[in-house]
Every structure is written in structure tokens, then in C-alpha cells.
């Protein structure tokens, strides 16, 4: 006797194979979408990367800023050096996000460095800002010495490192890095990372300023930056 297939069951069996790939890809885009929106159990409080223009950053010198496209990236780009005179010695070129203020946070910047090469060939990212004479930075450069690739305090007098750890310097190339500032305002624990999250190349702890806003910039030379996040719990109310 001839058998005959059992073919009804194959489209059956494709569909069930798609549903299951559906869902597969579902769960792993949802725990990508939730990853995006936390970092280490702090929730995702402002992001941005410059597509919708820069309305919520304020420069100290705004002609020193512009967007430009690198490739598929919109960055913000520091095309030359601002001119502005801070009231202390620290760094003249910086965009700060405007209406701003977290004390526990994880910073997150992507950026490429556009300057010559040289010893304290730097870019920065701040924090903890409550006026232009109070606020920290972080000094990312070539080259460490007492005033380059460090953490930096700015309190109403000349810049003061104060790293407690660092690394003799950071290698600058063509590429966009990524780097990471971990602040917590009760132990006074800052920590940076640069590319490599699990080993930082500066450490701090200082607990003069808590509350205030972060920006981008540098101290002398250009860059570009692209997708800026910052994970924080809101502030308290002053």
C-alpha cells in the first residue's frame, strides 16, 4: 500500500518555528530596551545625541561649538577654542545641559579626539556643577602630570587634582571612545572608565560639592561628542 505524506502538520510546524523565533527576538529586544534605561540600578534620567539640535546645552562660548556630521553620527563638535575667561584657573571650553542637577549618578559619553598630538592633548567631562568657580572635572589626556589626566576639583580657586589613582596617561586615537564617570555623593566615590567598564583609569574620593549639573568640553584642545547619557536619581528638592 503507497503512503501518502504527512504534509498537513508543515506549515504547522513553520509557523510554530516563527512564533518562537518572534518571541525570542522580542524578550532579547526587551532586555536590551530595559538595559538601556538602567545602569546598575540607576534609571535612565537624560539622554541625548545632538539629532534634535543642541537647545539644551549652554556654552561658554557658544561660537566655539557647532553639529557637524561625522559619518552616520550627528555629533557636537568643539571646532576651536572658546572665547571665554573663567574666574578661576580651570577649563575655558564647556557645554553644560542646561536645568540639570543629580548627585548619584553614572555618566556616559562617547567622543573623539580632533586636537594636534601632544603631552596634555585633552578632552573633559564635568560634574557637580553650581557655578562657573565650583564644579569637578575630569582631565582625559596623554600624558598625567599634576595638571593633566586626573580628576579635578574647581572651589572658588585654581584647579586641584585629586585623584587618589590614575594612570600615567590615555591614548588617544581616530576612533569615538567611551567613557564613564561613576559618582556617589555619600562615600565621595568617583570613579572613571575609559573603553574598559571594569577597570577604572582614574579614582577619587572627595565629598566637597554634591548636587549639580555635567557638561562636556575640554581644557585647550577640540573634539567631537556624541550620544551623552546620564543615569541618576532626581535631586532633591533645594
Avoid at 38 to 50: K, M, Q, R, S
Avoid at 163 to 181: L, N, Q, S
Wanted: include cysteine; charged fraction near 25%; charge should be negative.
Amino acid at each position: 500500500m503507497k503512503t501518502i505524506p504527512n504534509t498537513w502538520h508543515t506549515p504547522y510546524s513553520l509557523l510554530l518555528t516563527i512564533t518562537l523565533f518572534v518571541l525570542i527576538c522580542g524578550i532579547a529586544l526587551s532586555e536590551e530596551a530595559q538595559a538601556s534605561e538602567e545602569l546598575n540600578g540607576l534609571p535612565l534620567f537624560f539622554e541625548d545625541d545632538f539629532d534634535n539640535g543642541i537647545e539644551r546645552w549652554e556654552m561658554t562660548d557658544p561660537d566655539a561649538w557647532q553639529l557637524e556630521a561625522d559619518g552616520e553620527r550627528t555629533v557636537l563638535s568643539l571646532s576651536k577654542l572658546s572665547e571665554y575667561t573663567p574666574p578661576v584657573r580651570s577649563p575655558h571650553n564647556i557645554a553644560w545641559v542646561k536645568d540639570l542637577r543629580v548627585g548619584d549618578f553614572i555618566f556616559e559619553a562617547t567622543l573623539k579626539y580632533t586636537g594636534r598630538a601632544y603631552g596634555h592633548a585633552d578632552l573633559c567631562l564635568f560634574f557637580g556643577y553650581q557655578d562657573p568657580a565650583h564644579f569637578y572635572y575630569v582631565h582625559i589626556a596623554t600624558e598625567a602630570d599634576p595638571h593633566a589626566n586626573s580628576i579635578f576639583l574647581v572651589n572658588g580657586e585654581p584647579r586641584v587634582s585629586i585623584a587618589r589613582e590614575r594612570t600615567d596617561g590615555t591614548e588617544w586615537t581616530d576612533e569615538y571612545h567611551t567613557v564613564r564617570i561613576k559618582r556617589e555623593v555619600d562615600s565621595g566615590s568617583i570613579q572613571v572608565f575609559f573603553d574598559d567598564m571594569d577597570n577604572p583609569i582614574m579614582t577619587a574620593e572627595d565629598k566637597t560639592l554634591t548636587y549639580g549639573s555635567i557638561g562636556i568640553g575640554s581644557f585647550d584642545d577640540t573634539g567631537n561628542f556624541d550620544v551623552i547619557r546620564v543615569y541618576a536619581q532626581p535631586a532633591p528638592a533645594e
